[in-house]
């Protein structure tokens, strides 16, 4: 079974400042693990996604994410904030075995100060 | 190209009442996925079909839901008898076929039962 941890539903940076999103994961066979941005009254939008091949994912707007398997975590950074980063983010995972649903985190709302 | 499209974007019912949502995938994908996105929630699984046949419905959450894709392309998803409860953004996803590793997200349709 998978499932996926975000810590924090809530995270407040400076404009500027470094952002670190938080995502644990679980599961039993290897995994494929996604990060969704999602706009205030918009559907999903892939920001990245690790698919086994290298463990440092660079995706769109500057984020990108590192594959840790000894940690099972997936945290999403970026150096420097911008307003337009204020947006919900998800963490999610799927087996990469099977064409199976996509396992959602509960979401982290990052706001960014100006 | 275009996206996964639904619609309605919006549908307010009134408790009890049926209603249909439609998805229209991106062409020539043969996976399509329903989710369910409560307020201040991650999106979770409803039910994943390849081509017509539903390959998994574990997550509907009971008999009312029910869904359909009686021709491969377009899904819809039917809600009978409906609850406050079930009030939430409906989400479709689709993807070229089982082994992609990414879905594609429609805008999503804003259900309310009043």
């Known amino acids: 079974a998978q499932s996926v941890t975000q810590l924090g539903s809530h995270v407040s940076v400076s404009e500027g400042a470094l952002v670190l999103l938080r995502c644990n994961y679980s599961?039993?066979?290897?995994?494929?693990l996604f990060w969704y941005v999602q706009y205030p009254n918009q559907g999903l939008q892939l920001l990245l996604k690790?698919?086994?091949?290298?463990?440092l994912v660079k995706g769109i707007n500057g984020f990108e994410a590192e594959f840790k398997k000894s940690e099972t975590s997936f945290h999403l950074t970026k150096p420097s904030a911008h307003m337009s980063d204020a947006a919900e983010y998800f963490c999610a995972v799927r087996p990469a075995s099977s064409a199976s649903k996509i396992i959602f985190g509960s979401g982290t709302r990052l706001s960014i100060r100006p | 190209g275009a996206g996964v499209s639904q619609t309605p974007s919006n549908k307010v019912t009134e408790k009890g009442k049926y209603v249909e949502l439609r998805c229209d995938p991106i062409s020539g994908h043969t996976a399509l996925y329903w989710y369910r996105q409560s307020l201040g929630q991650g999106p979770e699984f409803l039910i994943y079909f390849q081509g017509t046949g539903a390959a998994d419905d574990s997550g509907l959450p009971n008999d009312r839901f029910f869904a359909v894709r009686p021709e491969g392309s377009v899904s819809t998803l039917k809600i009978q008898r409906t609850e406050r409860g079930d009030s939430a953004v409906y989400l479709c996803a689709s993807s070229p076929g089982p082994s992609y590793n990414e879905q594609f997200f429609g805008p999503g349709t804003r259900l309310t039962v009043l």
């Open positions: 690790y698919t086994s091949a290298a463990t």
């Open positions: 599961s039993s066979v290897p995994p494929y």
